[in-house]
């Protein structure tokens, strides 16, 4: 599994932190792994309940794409707004809602779909919890559809299976067209994790740092991070490496993606980073579209869904419709070209 650095925040006073203003991400309480004795590798058998405006189950669906899984492990998609303060439950719950009506397209959003895991079409995420004597309420969740139990709900971790497991859960590619996320060469497997923690710490979280702090020097702090940190890969991408690492694609690739994917149409605006877009770093921008333009790749996230999720329930509930220069996303990733593209 991954190591506590890159996996989740040091909880180390986490309720005095959040008092002073500060985002302090919680811990995932489910734990197992797929290859245990009671959780073996078999096609069909494992399924995911995710949002794809959420991040980290960006990485998972990233994870099921990429590594051709996506016919052996199904998936439901919650709609990208929580309920609201008028649900008979409570306010602040993913719900699986495919007829909920997006406010940004006046209609459905295709991609949801009804609960279907459990076989018992609940209709939110709280109750998959419930029925183990929980009361965590996030996604992603990983599934088990035969021992009807929670296998995982920590992104990092269940990524991390899918590319050990790849082969006997079912996928659909030969080993020689498939990613092998975490490299198994010591030292390329190190420089992944090293990349995995600066990821996860100044731009996973730190987006969330900057974003959802309601201290101004807590956000200035992470604000910095963020900035320096996209400086940096980007001199890391400036040798004409196609990857992180060099020329193969691994977890740390895969780990950045679902926050620059977001950072210019959404993180701008919602998380307060606008130090910067990722079009200004023309290193990062060629990496990111030859990411994008991966196969599964685009299929796997949705910026309608992020921009619903994001600004569909804060301030006035208006969702923007930019950026629209040098061109609307995510059509813009389809054009490493623009890197350096000008501002009106």
Partial sequence: MASDTSTQEDQTDAAKRRAAGEFVRGVSG?????????????????????????PWCHRVTLARALLGLEQAITMDVAFPNRTGDDDPVGASLWEFAPDRVATLTGAPLPECTPETGTGEGLRLAVDIYGREGSSERSLPIL????????VNNESAEILRMFDAQAEALGSTLPPGERPRLLPADPARRA??????DRIYTAINNGAYKAGFSSDQSVYATAFDAYFETLAFLD????????????????????R????LYRHDPVYMV?????GARILDYPHLWRWLCRVHGMPGVAAAGSLIHCRQGYFGRTGNGVVPLGPQVPMPYPEAYAHPELAGAARP
């Fill in 191 to 196: 420089e992944v994790e090293r990349l995995n």
């Fill in 143 to 150: 599934y088990d559809k035969t021992a009807r139990r929670i």
């Fill in 270 to 274: 919602r998380m307060k980073l606008n």
């Fill in 256 to 259: 950045l993606f679902p926050t």
């Fill in 235 to 254: 001199d890391l991408l400036s040798d004409g490496r196609p990857f992180l690492t060099g020329e193969t694609f691994t977890e740390a690739d895969l």
């Fill in 30 to 54: 489910f734990r197992h792994a797929i290859g245990e004795a009671e959780f073996p590798a078999e096609p069909g058998r494992y399924h995911l309940f995710v949002a794809l405006n959420c």
